[in-house]
Every structure is written in structure tokens, then in C-alpha cells.
């Protein structure tokens, strides 16, 4: 028997940080999830994402919601902040209105999404005077506004989709309009990511394709979000999140070395650019983030102001 020598590195000890993150939020519903959601912001903010982006509720039901949060985090963090944008009941005009009001915010930056039903369950219909899709949106608003766009792309194929072949249309539709990149579904096995990204490569389409990352901190929840999405749950996750859930801290540290694995192999992969979703909690993703080699970026004191 050959024991392993005493100078092999750990896995994650070589990640140099080459790589660039970005971070989504939703917006608070009370005052306690405020504290919660400006806490992770704070914490994540010395890490310098690409951008952070916040999501707008099914049939746009936080849309003010969405656009304070949006408009603060503009106005008081060093962050490029983005906002979600759907079709789902709103016309081309209200539509319009609340592209305006990002813009005079000083918001650059819209993720354009056709968006879900109000009702669960429903079939999606698009607003008599609105837009049929997010290649629909993603025009409409660049005709509006030169944003910075990115748009949604489905590893395991989009549940309304009619075939693979369909949704990958779809989305080169949506970047053919002008989109800037494509930002995944989240996925848990490295192989669905890169699978899609040699699909994605062999329709033509060259945008970078984001890999959405989703710590896992309630496996119910998840299994529950993943089966409205169409996400595979390995059988094996089930068996390593088996009995914790009376042991918060354990699931944690389950959660993070999973989700951490998965951004180590599609690392290795070559992928650079990674999007949490971090329910508006840090911790997950800053442990991530740290494992692949990301630290704090030191910004510059700024000049004392002469009297």
C-alpha cells in the first residue's frame, strides 16, 4: 500500500483566481430579509463581481420591488447592478417605461427573460400589445437604450421547449438580437454544462455561455425548483444530503464542498466565468469563491479632501 506524500497539494490549492464572478439576489419582502439581503451584498461586494443582478417576481410581482433594490445598489455600492426584465403581463409600453426608469437610475445592465406565468402551472401567453419572447424583449430594449443584455440558456433544455433542437434556436435568437451572453439554468453534474457547451458551439453561437451555480442550503427546495425547470438531481446528492435536515451547519458544509467540486471541475474545463445564485445568503458562495482561488481586492484609499 502507497501512502500519498506529504508535499501533494489539495485539489484547490493551485486555483490561481483567473476567473470572474457574478452574484444574483432577489428582492427582500420585509424588513428582516432586507437586513439579510444588504448583509450578503456587504459581504460579497470586496470580491469584486462582473455584476449582481436581482429578479423580478412571476407576472412581474416585485417589479418596484425589484427596481429599489436594483436603483440602491446603483446609487450606494461600487457594484454594476442588473435587473431582471420579463414580457409577462405588460405591454410593449409599460415595458418601455420601466426599461426608462433602469436607465435613469443609472442601471446599464438588463438580464432579459420572457419570464413565468403568474399562476404555476400555467401556460405561458404573451400580453396582447407585448412581447412574444426574450428575443422580442432583448430587441425592444436595445432600441431603447444601448443596455448590456444577457439572457437565459437551458443545459437540460427549457420545459416549454419543443425539442433540444428548439430551445437552442431559441437562444441564438435571443443572442443573434443582441444579447451579450447567455447565463445557465443551474446544473449539478459538470458533464450537463459541458455537453451544452459543445452543442451550443456546434450551432454557431459563440457568446459565453455562463454556468449558473445553485449551493444547495434546503434539498426539498430544490428538488422542488428543479423539477418546475427541468434539472436533474443525481441520486447521489439525495443520499449525501440524507439526515441533516436537523443539522443546519453539516448541510452547510455538505452544500459548499459540492458546489465548490462542481466549480473546481468546470474550472479545469476551462470555464472563467461563474454566476451564483445565492438565495441572499454569502457564505456559500464567498467559501466557493475563496476555493477557486478569489480574494478580497483591496481598493485604493481614496485623496483627503483639501478644505
Same mark, same amino acid.
Given at each position: 500500500? *502507497?501512502?500519498?506524500?506529504? !508535499? =501533494?497539494?489539495?485539489?484547490?490549492?493551485?486555483? @490561481?483566481?483567473?476567473?470572474? +464572478?457574478? /452574484?444574483?439576489? &432577489?428582492?427582500? #419582502?420585509? %424588513?428582516?430579509? !432586507?437586513? =439579510?439581503?444588504?448583509?450578503?451584498?456587504? $459581504?460579497? $461586494?470586496?470580491?469584486?463581481? #462582473? /455584476?449582481?443582478?436581482? *429578479?423580478?417576481?412571476?407576472?412581474?410581482? $416585485?417589479? !418596484?420591488?425589484?427596481?429599489?433594490?436594483?436603483?440602491?445598489?446603483?446609487?450606494?455600492?461600487?457594484?454594476?447592478? @442588473? @435587473?431582471?426584465?420579463?414580457?409577462? @403581463?405588460?405591454? #410593449?409600453?409599460?415595458?418601455?417605461?420601466?426599461?426608462?426608469?433602469?436607465?435613469?437610475?443609472?442601471?446599464?445592465?438588463?438580464?432579459?427573460?420572457?419570464?413565468?406565468?403568474?399562476?404555476?402551472?400555467?401556460?405561458?401567453?404573451?400580453?396582447?400589445?407585448?412581447?412574444?419572447?426574450?428575443?422580442?424583449? +432583448? %430587441?425592444?430594449?436595445?432600441?431603447?437604450?444601448? &443596455? %448590456?443584455?444577457? +439572457?437565459?440558456?437551458?443545459?437540460? *433544455?427549457?420545459?416549454?421547449?419543443a425539442s433540444p433542437q428548439s430551445d437552442i434556436d431559441n437562444l441564438k435568437r435571443k443572442l443573434d438580437a443582441g444579447a451579450t451572453r447567455a447565463i445557465t439554468q443551474f446544473f449539478f453534474t459538470p458533464d450537463a454544462y459541458f455537453r451544452f457547451r459543445d452543442t451550443v458551439a456546434a450551432a454557431g453561437i459563440s457568446a459565453d455561455i455562463v454556468p449558473g451555480i445553485m449551493p444547495v442550503s434546503n434539498f426539498a427546495a430544490v428538488q422542488r425548483m428543479s423539477a418546475m425547470c427541468n434539472t436533474t438531481v443525481p441520486s447521489w446528492m439525495g443520499r449525501l444530503f440524507d439526515g441533516l435536515d436537523d443539522h443546519p451547519a453539516a448541510r452547510q458544509l455538505v452544500s459548499a464542498t459540492l458546489a465548490a467540486e462542481l466549480c473546481r471541475n468546470l474550472y479545469m474545463g476551462g470555464v472563467r466565468d461563474f454566476h451564483f445564485y445565492t438565495l441572499n445568503r454569502a457564505e456559500l458562495s464567498y467559501a466557493i469563491c475563496h476555493l477557486l482561488g478569489l480574494r478580497p481586492q483591496v481598493r485604493a484609499a481614496e485623496p483627503e479632501k483639501t478644505a
Open positions: 500500500m *502507497t501512502t500519498p506524500s506529504a !508535499e =501533494q497539494a489539495p485539489l484547490y490549492a493551485d486555483l @490561481a483566481g483567473d476567473l470572474n +464572478v457574478s /452574484f444574483e439576489f &432577489f428582492p427582500p #419582502k420585509s %424588513e428582516k430579509m !432586507e437586513a =439579510q439581503l444588504w448583509s450578503a451584498i456587504e $459581504t460579497l $461586494t470586496p470580491l469584486a463581481p #462582473k /455584476f449582481v443582478s436581482v *429578479t423580478y417576481g412571476a407576472g412581474g410581482s $416585485t417589479r !418596484e420591488r425589484t427596481h429599489n433594490t436594483v436603483a440602491r445598489i446603483a446609487r450606494e455600492t461600487p457594484l454594476a447592478a @442588473a @435587473a431582471h426584465l420579463t414580457c409577462v @403581463a405588460a405591454s #410593449k409600453a409599460e415595458i418601455d417605461e420601466v426599461a426608462d426608469a433602469y436607465w435613469d437610475a443609472g442601471v446599464r445592465h438588463i438580464v432579459a427573460l420572457r419570464g413565468d406565468p403568474p399562476e404555476a402551472g400555467t401556460a405561458f401567453a404573451p400580453h396582447p400589445q407585448g412581447y412574444r419572447g426574450a428575443a422580442e424583449l +432583448v %430587441e425592444g430594449l436595445l432600441k431603447r437604450h444601448p &443596455f %448590456e443584455i444577457s +439572457v437565459a440558456a437551458y443545459p437540460e *433544455t427549457h420545459p416549454d421547449a
